[in-house]
């Protein structure tokens, strides 16, 4: 693990811990996947645009490396929802988007047109591991309640080569106190995600 990195995870912890958390304790709910996914809809094709605006500032071979290994999954998550949605019988209406779900995803987008490529860095180390530790629950529902098309949301984070390469980038442009801000803003509207979701 990278000093950078997990320096912040720890600055964060208390509120990874809750992420992470936030669906213990609750049943398979078809409305929490519904809730997921409508809100889902909005937001992958808005962070793909958003994860794009940051291929002008890669400035070095491993910064094109690591924004276009990021958007490479955009298309297929993107399908994969909308399958998922057929599947649910979800219909994407913009009134039915939560605000506070979608923070997120405002927040990437501002972060896209003000940050340097050690913030994306910052926020991928520090937060996709938390996503997928809840959508993988989110899987596990849906196979219990019969749902076929969800078996993308299994997924573990970034990889070993794919941290070793967002804590390269976030030592070269090293800012721990703008670092501080994109961690704790990235989990904190994570957290407000899950919390609608499971309709906390």
Known sequence: MGRVLDELRGHVADLTRQVESSLHGLSPSLEALRRFVVNEMYIAPYDYRALSLFVPKAASDDEVDFIMGLLEGGPRWIRNIRSLAGELGVSYSPDQVSPDAVAYSHFLTW?????????????????FRS????????????????????????????????ESLAETIAERYLNMEMYRHVALSAQTYELN??????GR
């Open 131 to 162: 996503f997928c530790v809840n959508t993988s629950v989110l899987a596990e529902w849906a196979e219990s309640l019969g749902v076929r098309s969800a078996g993308f949301l299994r997924c573990r984070g970034i990889d070993e080569a794919r």
């Open 111 to 127: 972060l896209g047109v003000n940050g340097a490529m050690g913030d994306l860095a910052v926020l991928v180390g520090v937060n």
């Open 193 to 198: 995600f899950w919390r609608h979701v499971g």
